[in-house]
């Protein structure tokens, strides 16, 4: 199973939102038992995906204000509301709107909506270290940091170019 939840970013505005989209094949590994018969999106992956999306949100932020490269994850989930199924098929459009940031952490309200309904909504808190006390071993750190970067490329093709130069000669390792 891939756990990459978000197929395409749309928008990305570092301090403000992002949208993305993923469009679930009935191939996806889930649907064999969730469930059989009646394939549906387990709405625990739609929470993901809009964690996924705020995470590169945070992580553009981040970029932009200090220039420093993060590595958000997941700390909490609230108000998460599943109002309709997620089938095969579908386009889920994901919005996460940046409500609150702090040294340490992000805060965003996100929504999953198909053909303009709004299926899920939650509010996702990501935490990410920054300066030297960083707990990821430095090897581990600078592979993780690469693989990030591949999934932003390829996730942010018609953004890539302007979101990769944030930060860049604010002399914090962006560069």
């Avoid at 939102?17 to 625990?44: I, L, S, T």
Wanted: proline share 5%; charged share 25%; with cysteine.
């Amino acid at each position: 199973m891939r756990f990459i939840l978000i197929d395409k970013i749309t928008e990305l505005e570092p301090g403000s939102h992002a949208v993305g989209v993923k469009n679930p094949a009935m191939a996806e590994d889930y649907f064999a038992d969730h469930f059989p018969g009646f394939p549906v999106v387990p709405g625990v992956l739609l929470v993901e995906a809009m964690a996924q999306l705020a995470g590169r949100l945070i992580t553009y932020t981040v970029r932009a204000e200090t220039g420093e490269v993060v590595l958000p994850v997941l700390l909490g989930v609230s108000n998460a509301k599943f109002r309709r199924f997620v089938r095969p098929g579908d386009t889920v459009v994901v919005r996460v709107e940046l409500t609150a940031m702090t040294d340490g952490a992000g805060r965003c309200k996100g929504t999953a909506q198909v053909d303009g309904q709004t299926m899920t909504t939650a509010e996702v808190t990501l935490g990410y270290q920054s300066g030297g006390d960083n707990v990821i071993p430095e090897s581990a750190r600078q592979d993780l940091e690469r693989w990030a970067e591949n999934v932003n490329r390829a996730l942010l093709r018609e953004h890539w170019p302007r979101l990769q130069a944030l930060g860049k000669g604010k002399g914090t390792g962006a560069e």
